[in-house]
């Protein structure tokens, strides 16, 4: 989930195994969301976008699930691999300007 | 093409110094935006321009200038830095002059120290 202070969350997982990341989103205006993945030392780097007329995308490996009552987000990484490992944040958009808000992120981190 | 390009990587000011971070792109793209990245928290949008000759605030704009003379460089620029400002700093652009984030394309950083 998202965090507050210094501290990333972090997910540890097995390599292989299914990795499930959670986002917590303030705005009940935001209609697009997006997820990032940030390497070590790089800039973001763009995962999957959702629209908020949708509550479910699928793309290769990620699945984003959107759930507008709770104003929750989460990224499903599908056999998770050791260069799956980096921070991964969303991001909130509201079509009406350039408003887009990011999380802080959590880190994940493949075991072999 | 070159992508997104930004200069320097590493930059160490002393307080009350002032500095320029070049940020570049060779997409022809018409939006760009400066972001601040700090330990624990999200990237925060400082200025962005949906074009040459059009600027605006972000979320955090005092402390920091910017100008957009041309579609490829989007300079920033710390008028008298202060150890606040210490931070990773990100360059962004897309082609679309509202953000597209599937369009996106985020520079490598500078990491800045303000003693």
């Known amino acids: 989930g998202e965090s507050v202070g210094l501290h990333l969350p972090t997910l540890s997982v097995q390599e292989g195994d299914n990795s499930i990341i959670n986002c917590a989103y303030s705005?009940?205006?935001?209609?697009?969301f997006i997820w990032y993945k940030q390497e070590s030392g790089k800039g973001p780097q763009f995962i999957i976008d959702i629209r908020s007329n949708m509550d479910k995308r699928q793309g290769q490996r990620v699945t984003v699930l959107l759930n507008k009552t709770v104003k929750h987000l989460s990224l499903q990484i599908a056999a998770t691999q050791p260069g799956d490992s980096a921070v991964y944040f969303c991001a909130e958009n509201n079509f009406r300007g350039n408003d887009m808000r990011f999380g802080a992120g959590t880190r994940l981190t493949v075991k072999p | 093409n070159a992508g997104v390009t930004q200069t320097p990587k590493f930059q160490v000011l002393k307080t009350g110094q002032s500095m320029t971070l070049q940020c570049a792109q060779d997409m022809n793209h018409e939006y760009m935006s400066w972001y601040r990245q700090d330990p624990g928290m999200g990237l925060r949008l400082i200025h962005y321009?949906?074009?040459?000759?059009?600027?605006d605030q972000g979320e955090v704009p005092n402390g920091y200038n910017v100008s957009r003379s041309t579609t490829e460089d989007f300079p920033l620029r710390l008028l008298s830095a202060a150890p606040s400002q210490t931070s990773v700093y990100f360059c962004a652009s897309s082609y679309s002059t509202r953000p597209s984030p599937n369009e996106q394309f985020f520079g490598p950083g500078t990491r800045l120290t303000v003693l």
């Open positions: 321009s949906v074009g040459a000759g059009i600027t």
């Open positions: 705005n009940s205006a935001s209609d697009y």
